[in-house]
């Protein structure tokens, strides 16, 4: 056992929001609230930037029932931000507010950007001898991050969607008498992580289940072999099912519908995949239609399809930050490591927040079918737990309810900053 | 009491399927069995045409489980069809396959074209003197046939939209560090009824609650007082959440986003609503991204967020139709009529076919405020009901488990027909 460090808690949240970031959150309020050497808990609006601004809320203030609410809560409920602290001035700021507020243990939410600027931080204080303990913990839906076998919300994307197919291809079924195209298209930049998950859709030992098409972006795209696949399946099922992920390549690793826009990260802002297929049938196959569903931000929201396994997952992951900070860790993010065993099972471990900042887990080529349009049984070993059980979400006057933080503001103690 | 009439019953399903078409299947199906009179109950595989191809099925041969399970399966299990019946020669192949196969009770569930086939079909019966009770199921996600209070249908495709809503609130909110405009398009071609019903995600005593801008068919929309209406909501709220129906259009009655496709029924196909927004606030606002949601088909089959109420009311009105023909009545459709008190109440009445076939139910312009983006208590008063409960759809390895039905062919008596 480390010597103990009696302060404050500081926890935030960063990057794209997902179902259950909230519950991770929850994780780090209620697993803090057990230790005595722990005094505040407060919470950053918008991240680093609430950081920088010094806008923090004492989340012990909050009412026990809005803490509870928050596991069910999709969004960011302290707000989230995509701005990157550049200069070392930034840096030191963040550690001045450290020291004002006497924040000991820093709880950080988020990808891999975020666990970057979490190291960064880290290792700052570790060069001014100022005594912190920074863990990370992971949220993605996007499954990216290395050494974790998963991430939380990538359970409860992939749960939403791989229902919603399976509902579209019920209606889509039914429509049999003409020629239907049906184009999904779903987030995923870098990896097919995300629509390799809708091949959950799937019942067991029905092969020719939607989708019908899987387009990875781990799988350089040619036209012409999507138009033969396509009108293949139209031959034998009246209507064909496909999702895309939007980070879509052709055999030069260009993406298939890119835009010239680049968000604060640099990387290419996308959207369109689904359009850029839809042209490509309705001139290649004459007279079927093809329609388009585009979830956008609704699929990494959907709370109310959540998946209790992650669910669960991403409140445990939150509180065993705050015990592995309050056991002495630090420079580290959580990860799920999972059980040998027939039965899934999972426990949480450590790897140090450098080794997960700028690494990217890709889905492994292996566990795609060689015709490149499907996934294998390794995939579905892989996924198939991350779904498992429903999340009961409070409704009230027929729709969920979901917890509103009272943000109750920590007084500030410094001068502004300017940003 | 009419007198007792002996035979078969045939149903069927027409139209775009929707969270609880097969509820109403399944209210025939239940409710049939209950009648000595009624000897079997088949099926018509994709409406009309599968009485013009004879392609029947017998429903009484399927297990309890597939008919119960119907009741939270979406799309149309029966299978549907928007071949619209043209010729005379049709009209007298379908009645010469009911005298084939003794049907007496025909229940046609879709929408007000579909219930212009039923009444066409019935009134040729009566001129030929052959004995049939047409009885007409409505149903239809846009709400628009008239006398009835409301359409199954309507009230799951809004439960799903208006929680989708509140979702992608709490994501978009919490991103509040740049102007986010979010634009999520959904159905309704001639009226507002499901954009409208959008509005329902607003919490009670929080108008500044997403949605911030709803655009309806019914108000001609003009881009200056868009552009500015989003600059106000960003002013305030830092994000923008617009929900559009796909039928938008300018003062002069045209389309904003109007394809140049039509369906078989000589209505416009459309699609792009959003996207033409979209480029409204991004050229009228720059530095604005604007993102967009498209639910396309899956709104319509999102049966694992569908209203119990709905259910309920479309399992009762396939209930009704068998006993309203088993009673004597026929041309006429099912209707949902609204009790008076305080507590919502409903129960089932008769309307004309020929009354319901081609009347359009407007959205009242007085339950739109006056500014011409946001619904009054009128509307909530009249929607809130629709949405009330939550269906406990069956789910097998984390996902909703549809029923399937075996469909066991009746065996072909007449010669095949040329479509």
Same mark, same amino acid.
């Given at each position: 056992m480390a010597e103990e460090l009696v302060g404050n808690v500081l926890v935030g949240q960063s990057g794209g929001p997902t179902a259950v970031i909230n519950a991770s959150l929850a994780g780090v309020v209620s697993e803090a609230?057990? #230790?005595?050497?722990?005094?505040e808990v407060y919470g950053t609006l918008n991240g680093v930037l609430g950081i920088l601004q010094e806008?923090?809320? &004492?989340?012990?203030?909050?009412?026990q029932q809005v803490i509870r609410g928050l596991r069910y809560t999709p969004g960011a409920a302290l707000g989230t931000v995509r701005y990157k602290l550049k200069k070392q001035q930034d840096f030191e700021r963040v550690l001045e507010v450290f020291k004002a507020h006497n924040i000991r243990y820093f709880f950080y939410a988020g990808g891999n950007d975020s666990q970057d600027t979490a190291d960064k931080i880290s290792k700052l204080a570790q060069q001014q001898g100022y005594e912190l303990r920074v863990i990370g913990v992971p949220k993605t839906i &996007?499954?990216?991050? %290395? %050494?974790? =076998? #998963?991430?939380?919300g990538y359970g409860s994307v992939i749960k939403y969607i791989s229902t919603t197919i399976r509902e579209i291809a019920c209606d889509n079924a039914a429509m049999g008498q003409h020629d239907l195209v049906q184009i999904v298209e779903v987030m995923g930049r870098n990896a097919g992580w995300i629509a390799a998950g809708?091949?959950?859709a799937k019942r067991r030992d029905?092969?020719? =289940?939607?989708? #019908?098409l899987i387009l990875l972006p781990e799988v350089p795209f040619s036209g012409e072999k999507f138009v033969e696949d396509v009108k293949r399946v139209l031959k034998r099922e009246r209507y064909c099912l496909i999702v895309v992920g939007e980070g879509l390549v052709d055999a030069d690793g260009n993406? %298939?519908?890119?835009?010239d826009k680049t968000d604060a990260f640099g990387h290419a802002q996308l959207g369109g995949a689904a359009e850029f297929l839809q042209n490509l049938v309705e001139e290649g196959i004459p007279g079927v239609k093809a329609r388009t569903v585009k979830f956008g931000m609704a699929q990494r929201a959907a709370a109310h399809c959540s998946s209790k396994a992650d669910n669960d997952e991403a409140f445990l992951a939150g509180q065993a930050a705050v015990r592995a900070a309050v056991s002495g860790q630090t420079d580290k993010m959580v990860t799920l490591i999972r059980g040998d065993g027939d039965h899934y099972s999972v426990e949480t471990g450590l790897a140090p927040l450098s080794e997960i900042a700028n690494g990217v887990k890709k889905?492994?080529?292996?566990?795609?079918n060689e015709d490149g349009i499907s996934m294998n049984f390794q995939f579905f070993r892989y996924a198939?737990?991350?779904?498992?059980g429903e999340v009961a979400v409070p409704y009230d006057n027929g729709l969920p309810s979901f917890a509103h933080l009272d943000k109750e503001r920590v007084e500030k103690l410094l001068p502004a900053y300017e940003i």
């Open positions: 609230l057990n #230790h005595e050497c722990i005094e806008d923090l809320i &004492d989340l012990a203030a909050e009412s &996007d499954n990216d991050l %290395v %050494v974790t =076998d #998963h991430c939380p809708a091949a959950l029905h092969p020719h =289940d939607a989708p #019908h993406y %298939v519908a890119a835009a889905l492994p080529r292996e566990w795609i198939q737990p991350l779904i498992q």
